[in-house]
């Protein structure tokens, strides 16, 4: 099980890694990985991407899937919202997938507020 876990760790961080990448500088990982710089929309796309990888490398990472599903929900809202806005891209779908994003940041984050307090009583519980 340890070997399992090591590689676990190992595949999170390259993950990770890589979604910092193709969010900071998607035109050279693009060049890099098919030998052409991404311009215009396919920037965004990159970057949404990158916001995957780095929730993909949370949920990998020893613990609950709920943190990275948290992360890319957050995380997408903000950027597409951002790119909606400041970015001049709006499709038509942008601003409700905007707004589902924001709805399920909220429930995700309700749904692990609520584990830590059901994890705090039970700790409490155990202490008596």
């Known amino acids: ?4 876990k090591r590689v676990l760790v190992f595949a999170a961080v390259s993950e990770a890694a890589t979604g910092m990448a ?3 500088v998607p035109s050279l990982v693009g060049k890099l990985l ?3 710089e991404l311009t215009g929309v396919a920037m965004i796309v990159a ?3 990158g916001i995957a990888l780095i929730a993909l490398g949370v949920a990998c990472w020893p613990g609950t899937p709920l943190v990275g599903m948290l992360t890319y929900s957050a995380a997408v809202t903000l950027y597409l919202a951002y790119a909606g806005i400041a970015g001049g891209f709006a499709g038509i779908l942008l601003w409700p997938a905007v707004a589902l994003h924001g709805v399920l940041t909220v429930l995700l984050a309700r749904a692990m507020f609520a584990r830590g307090k059901t994890a705090d009583a ?3 519980g155990a202490d008596r």
Do not use: N, P
């Open 1 to 4: 099980m340890d070997a399992m």
């Open 22 to 24: 193709l969010l900071i």
């Open 34 to 36: 098919l030998g052409a």
């Open 47 to 49: 970057r949404v991407t």
């Open 122 to 124: 039970k700790a409490s």
